[in-house]
């Protein structure tokens, strides 16, 4: 099963960006869109600096991510649907989701909710962004291979079929 996350251009390649700016480390943070007909839009993605970057792990602290979060959505439109989605970082390497990542995302899900992704960025092999989703399956974490869509930023969501922009190809 699969649970397809749709991927704003700009910030897929923001994220293969950051990854390819730190070959030697995993760099990461969070992830911030919505749902649109219960389908996860990623809009904005945010670094959170790990406390000591390393090549093999990227640590994530909730406070430093809670102060970015927050002043970034107290800059947004009142009207503006965004929030928190969930959680990047790089694997310099080939490798997608780790054991380690899987278990973060059924953890995360547990505590906060459903639907929230954990996308790994692998700079230089494709598909440049993998992940999974978590979702809650008859009150038991489930978790799903994303399948990513990036869209271009002016996109219409309320629009689909004609005048719209979709690939599959990512950055
Ligand atoms: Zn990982």
Same mark, same amino acid.
Do not use: C
């Given at each position: 099963?699969?649970?397809?996350?749709?991927?704003?251009?700009?910030?897929?390649?923001? !994220?293969?960006?950051?990854?390819?700016? =730190?070959?030697?480390?995993? /760099?990461?943070?969070?992830?911030?869109? #919505?749902?649109?007909?219960?389908?996860?839009? *990623?809009?904005?993605?945010?670094? =959170?600096?790990?406390?000591?970057?390393?090549?093999?792990? %990227?640590? +994530? @602290?909730?406070?430093?991510?809670? $102060? @970015?979060?927050?002043?970034? $959505?107290?800059?947004?439109?009142?009207?503006?649907?965004?929030? %928190?989605?969930?959680?990047?970082?790089?694997?310099?390497?080939?490798?997608?989701?780790?054991?380690?990542?899987?278990?973060?995302? #059924?953890? !995360? /899900?547990?505590?906060?909710?459903? &639907? $929230?992704?954990?996308?790994?960025? +692998?700079?230089? #092999?494709?598909?440049?962004?993998?992940? +999974?989703?978590?979702?809650?399956?008859?009150? &038991?974490?489930?978790?799903?291979?994303?399948?990513? *869509?990036?869209?271009?930023?002016?996109?219409?969501? #309320?629009?689909?079929?004609?005048? /719209?922009?979709?690939?599959?190809?990512?950055?």
């Amino acid at each position: 099963m699969t649970a397809r996350i749709l991927f704003r251009h700009d910030v897929a390649t923001f !994220l293969v960006g950051a990854a390819r700016a =730190v070959p030697r480390t995993e /760099t990461g943070g969070i992830l911030v869109g #919505h749902r649109e007909d219960g389908i996860l839009v *990623v809009t904005h993605a945010l670094i =959170v600096p790990a406390p000591i970057p390393a090549g093999d792990r %990227y640590v +994530r @602290l909730d406070e430093p991510a809670g $102060l @970015l979060l927050r002043d970034f $959505l107290d800059q947004r439109e009142e009207s503006d649907p965004a929030g %928190y989605v969930g959680e990047w970082h790089s694997h310099p390497g080939a490798s997608g989701p780790s054991a380690i990542d899987r278990r973060v995302i #059924h953890d !995360l /899900t547990l505590a906060v909710g459903d &639907g $929230l992704a954990l996308i790994v960025v +692998r700079p230089n #092999h494709n598909p440049r962004l993998v992940g +999974r989703v978590g979702t809650i399956h008859r009150g &038991g974490v489930r978790v799903f291979k994303a399948e990513i *869509v990036v869209f271009e930023p002016h996109r219409n969501l #309320h629009q689909t079929g004609r005048g /719209t922009k979709e690939r599959t190809e990512q950055p």
